[in-house]
């Protein structure tokens, strides 16, 4: 893989940041990484973008009174605890 | 990290004969993950909870009609994941499909110049501006590349259980994720180098 090939990393980028590609691409791609700057930015921009957007779903909360619209809707009021 | 629950110990036999402590359990174990897989769909709170409330309004209705193969959480996010869909659909009909033939060539939006953002400080990566550009992001998805990404990255479904809350294989399931994060790379990227620029001028 040359510096042409950066394009066509882009269509593996995805499985190899999941640990999901043939052994012998990741290393060819790993190969490629070690020459390309570019590349590497754009897997650990990939990774950080994942990272990103865990993070900040983790950090959603269900308000109370939407659990508690919820088990009223359903007829499950005596099943609600605060 | 992701919004997965551990493997569910639920009572087919139960649910189906319509107890309701045990479906009362059940909504209790799975309503956070519906409701946040339905704020990510659509980005708006009102139309999660109605995505939500019926969600568990039909998953009451036809539990008789579940057969056991898939897992509960599996079959409750293909009903939220229809109904968030058809929620979509209804609201922009002209710009909604499910196939979203019309990708554009990610490959051929890199830009020459590539910033390493990642150096900018967390409290940057994650500030309230941050987060509505995140959001946004998400939103510009066509919903089928969307409900891919919010299933994988932010649920943490499997690539073979969201083939099967989607019936969809699970190359397609790879291709559609990879799109996905590539396109919310490119904005991500494009807003963070921004504030990268903006801190060193």
């Not at chain 1, 066509?8 to 999941?18: H, P």
């Not at chain 2, 629950?5 to 004969?17: G, H, I, Q, V």
């Not at chain 2, 002209?94 to 060539?105: G, H, K, L, N, V």
């Not at chain 2, 967390?122 to 959001?135: I, N, V």
Request: proline share 3%; hydrophobic share 35%; aromatic share 8%.
């Amino acid at each position: 893989m040359d510096q042409q090939s950066c394009r066509q990393l882009l269509a593996w980028l995805s499985e190899y940041v999941d640990g999901e590609l043939e052994t012998k691409l990741c290393a060819e791609i790993d190969r490629h990484l070690m020459e390309c700057e570019n590349c590497r930015i754009v897997i650990d921009s990939l990774e950080k973008t994942i990272y990103l957007y865990q993070s900040v779903s983790q950090r959603d909360t269900v308000p109370t009174e939407v659990r508690e619209r919820l088990f009223q809707r359903l007829k499950l009021d005596e099943f609600f605890e605060e | 990290m992701s919004d997965r629950k551990p493997k569910e110990a639920f009572s087919l036999e139960l649910l189906r004969s319509g107890e309701r402590a045990e479906f009362a359990r059940l909504v209790e174990t799975y309503y956070e993950m519906i409701y946040r897989l339905a704020l990510k769909m659509l980005n708006d709170p009102q139309d999660a909870e109605d995505i939500l409330q019926e969600t568990f309004t039909k998953a009451y209705q036809h539990i008789q009609n579940f057969d056991g193969r898939a897992e509960l959480s599996t079959w409750l996010y293909r009903i939220a994941t229809n109904e968030a869909l058809m929620h979509l659909r209804r609201k922009r009909p002209q710009t909604f499909s499910i196939e979203s033939p019309d990708y554009a060539d990610e490959t051929a939006q890199e830009p020459h110049q590539i910033l390493d953002w990642r150096s900018l400080p967390e409290e940057e990566l994650m500030s309230a501006e941050a987060r509505t550009h995140m959001d946004a992001a998400i939103q510009n998805l066509p919903s089928s590349l969307r409900v891919v990404f919010v299933l994988r990255d932010i649920q943490g479904l499997s690539t073979r259980e969201v083939g099967e809350v989607l019936d969809l294989t699970e190359t397609a399931v790879k291709t559609r994720l990879s799109r996905a994060r590539l396109r919310l790379r490119a904005e991500l990227s494009s807003y963070y180098s921004e504030r990268l620029e903006a801190g060193r001028r």
